[in-house]
Antibody, heavy 119, light 106 residues
Framework: EVQLLESGGGLVQPGGSLRLSCAAS????????MRWVRQPPGKGLEWVSSISGRGDTTAYADSVRGRFTISRDNSKNALYLHMNSLRAEDTAVYYCAKLLMGGYYMDVWGKGTTVTVSS | SYEVTQPPSVSVSPGQTANITCSGD??????PCWYHQKPGQSPVLVIYQDNKRPSGIPERFSGSNSGNTATLIISGTQAMDEADYYC?????????FGGGTKLTVL
């Protein structure tokens, strides 16, 4: 069964840092582009970042560029999101998602991990 | 930056057809797709590549895509279809979501 399991969320003060992890299983992780998507409380979905299967191509939303870094370790079937200079508006549930092979669509999502930025 | 627009809410009676639209400049060229999300759950892909359904998605879900508008069509809507629906497009390296449409079945 294909599964994604996020971890690493929590309460952090403004200006702080956090690293989210996403453990993948049930598929050939290195073959797939992966994404992070977040959802602030009571609001809609917002794409955060994408990374290619080999990790050599990344992309970021304007709202996080320069503060967040996406990475992956294909030997560990793990996806990461390093978040620095956190702001209150970064408070959200963060989902990792796998892309459909050869496509632009996210066919498997994790259950999410909650990040709260507050003093 | 690229944007797509959805109506905030759509209401439909059980058994009727629900149409949820998503509009954006040349959206048809931006690989639009649809997700639904029920309260407390993760999003689920329901339609991609104009009118394809992932495994496990009922046949009552279909899609159309023409020019600047993509439409999610739910035929014979059931109470279990009540959810938030999001369209998503891809523009160069950027992923864009619509604001979401709350589908109410009443």
């Amino acid at each position: 069964e294909v599964q994604l399991l996020e971890s690493g969320g929590g309460l952090v003060q403004p200006g702080g840092s956090l690293r989210l992890s996403c453990a993948a299983s049930g598929f050939t992780f290195a073959s797939y582009t992966m994404r992070w998507v977040r959802q602030p409380p009571g609001k809609g979905l917002e794409w955060v970042s994408s990374i290619s299967g080999r990790g050599d191509t990344t992309a970021y939303a304007d709202s996080v560029r320069g503060r967040f870094t996406i990475s992956r370790d294909n030997s560990k079937n793990a996806l990461y999101l390093h978040m620095n200079s956190l702001r209150a508006e970064d408070t959200a549930v963060y989902y990792c998602a796998k892309l459909l092979m050869g496509g632009y669509y996210m066919d498997v999502w994790g259950k999410g991990t909650t990040v709260t930025v507050s003093s | 930056s690229y944007e797509v627009t959805q109506p905030p809410s759509v209401s439909v009676s059980p058994g009727q057809t629900a149409n949820i639209t998503c509009s954006g400049d040349k959206l048809g060229d931006k690989y639009p797709c649809w997700y639904h999300q029920k309260p407390g759950q993760s999003p689920v892909l329901v339609i991609y590549q104009d009118n394809k359904r992932p495994s496990g998605i009922p046949e009552r879900f279909s899609g159309s895509n023409s020019g600047n508008t993509a439409t999610l069509i739910i035929s014979g809507t059931q109470a279990m279809d009540e959810a938030d629906y999001y369209c998503q497009a891809w523009d160069s390296t950027t992923v864009v979501f619509g604001g979401g449409t709350k589908l109410t079945v009443l």
